[in-house]
């Protein structure tokens, strides 16, 4: 399975998953870039980015070019938060390095039970289930 994306901008919605396995930096930044320049990104006020049984193939200071993308992009921003999902402690450490780099409201937990009641969306839990299940 593919790394992958879906906006639904109906609900202010985004969710990014990444498949399985050993994630290199430019992988990360190819889908982070990938979602920035949906027609529909501005439309996103809320995101789960799903990066379960993913392991990161990069160092901490690689980080930078995260952030530099998503200042790329700032201006068409209208995120108001976002929820990661991780299971794995080093993934958990970088993706919280990532968090005090940037100005954005993030948060991190390892379910999307827990992901659902970080995100004020109007949909049923279900509902969320499915739309994350991309």
């Known amino acids: 399975m593919k790394n992958r994306y879906k906006i639904y901008p109906e609900n202010h919605f985004g969710v990014l998953k990444f498949s399985?396995?050993?994630?290199s930096i430019e992988e990360v930044l190819e889908l982070a870039e990938q979602f920035r320049k949906d027609k529909d990104f501005h439309e996103v006020h809320y995101q789960v980015t799903d990066l379960r049984d993913c392991l990161f193939d990069?160092?901490?200071d690689r980080i930078a070019d995260v952030k530099a993308m998503m200042e790329k992009?700032?201006?068409i921003d209208n995120q108001k938060k976002g929820v990661y999902l991780v299971d794995q402690p080093m993934e958990t450490a970088?993706?919280?390095i990532f968090f005090n780099?940037?100005?954005y409201n993030r948060e991190f937990c390892s379910t999307v039970g827990k992901?659902?009641?970080l995100l004020p969306l109007p949909v049923r839990f279900d509902d969320?289930?499915?739309?994350?299940?991309?």
Do not use: C, D, T
Not at 20 to 23: C, D, I, T
Not at 128 to 134: G, L, P, Q, T
């Open 101 to 103: 780099s940037i100005e």
């Open 73 to 75: 992009y700032e201006r």
């Open 128 to 134: 969320f289930e499915r739309m994350v299940a991309i």
């Open 20 to 23: 399985p396995g050993l994630k």
């Open 94 to 96: 970088l993706v919280s």
């Open 115 to 117: 992901a659902y009641n």
């Open 58 to 60: 990069f160092a901490a």
